[in-house]
């Protein structure tokens, strides 16, 4: 288990400029070198003289400044999701979704924690990611309009954009069937389908896993992705903080040929599954900003040796691991994760400092929030933080953001909420 590293890993912060190289490759490079220098501990393990070979997605948020120069924000891997039934035991400190897209937005919205309170904290930090601006209590901080945000994954969000590749590596195109237990017994497709059903498109998809696994309820990294066109990257805690103003992903890199062009233009724009959404696409500071999914030349050299697997490799495994690096330049901190909580504390175990939660769990990013709103001179924002009984309280604060929300879910049909971790106090 790691924590607090004091050097960031090289070439994290990076303003050269190889000649020929897009934006896109430059991001991808950043995120690749940073991955290398972290430690064997935080990488899948990898030995195949010994038969030991194992795979897991890596996905990058790096932030792009106007006069080129980048700074790799956060970092993950991860593949495993919470089974619906635990979400209840989880008090806010266990991890529902460990894939790694989402993992590196929870620890991109430390991040931008962080952030804030190192610039409330020290007059002399000269931010070049947020500033301050005045207004409620939307509006204290936002991202500078000299910034961009870039997401960078090795592999295809799962869900609806990697339905091409699923029926690719089928030997027999017939769609899965559910296990008798989950089987609806009707010729329409049940809510949430995992990865069965294939041939059907543009539907909203849980997590996949085994049939045999216990189900979740947990969307897919599509359809999480494209909630985020609309409600930018920004969680409920940091949304009481920053404003979504320009807190929207810009571009969406992966390799050359984890890219289909049709089936990410389904999932992700207007002319695809987005064209049921009904009614204004803006409310208040939300708007629909669809970021550019762009492949890396076919002549990229993907310097990352846990790539997916062709389907005829039965040796290689999914890592049970997943790692978070949180690149901030006063604290950068990287953790291995297991089960959604660091490495070495059980899922359910009790503990008094509660000492499993990672930093970007809903606990823990709550309690960065109010130490930071304690430092605020925004006396509005500190007494509607207070006024929060439970972390429902928080997530239904923001009306704009939950109207935004709603809508989206609405036209997409069958987005089915994950509750049961929202009830536990905050203290």
Known sequence: MLSGTTTPPPRETCTCTCPGDSLEQRVARLALDAFHALPARCKPRWDPPAGVREWVPMSAVVLAQNDGGLHLASLATGSKCLPAAILPKASGL???????EILALRALNRFLLQDAQAILLSPHYASPFLERVAGGLLGTFELRPSVSIHLFSTEPPCGDASMEFIMAAQQDATPWLLPPALDPACDKIPPLPGRA?????????RKPSRPDAPPTLSKSCTDKLTLRQFTSVLSSPSTLLISPHNAYISTFTVPFDKYNPQGYARAFT?????????????IGPYTF???????????????????KPPPEDTTTRASNISL????????PTTEVLISGVKQGNGQLSISRDNRKGSVVCRNK??????????LSDNDDLKTSVASFQCYRDLKINNCERNEMKNRLTNALCGWEHNIGDDEWLLQ
């Open 94 to 100: 266990v991890l529902h979704d460990s894939h790694a």
């Open 197 to 205: 059903y294939f041939s059907s498109l543009s539907v909203v998809r």
């Open 270 to 282: 207007s002319k695809g599954r987005l064209s049921t959404f009904e009614g204004d696409l803006r």
């Open 289 to 307: 900003n669809p970021f550019k999914v762009t492949p890396l030349p076919q002549s990229f050299e993907l310097t990352y040796a846990y790539s």
């Open 324 to 331: 978070l690096h949180i690149n901030h330049p006063t604290n």
């Open 365 to 374: 990013l709550y309690i960065l929030l109010r130490e930071v709103v304690k």
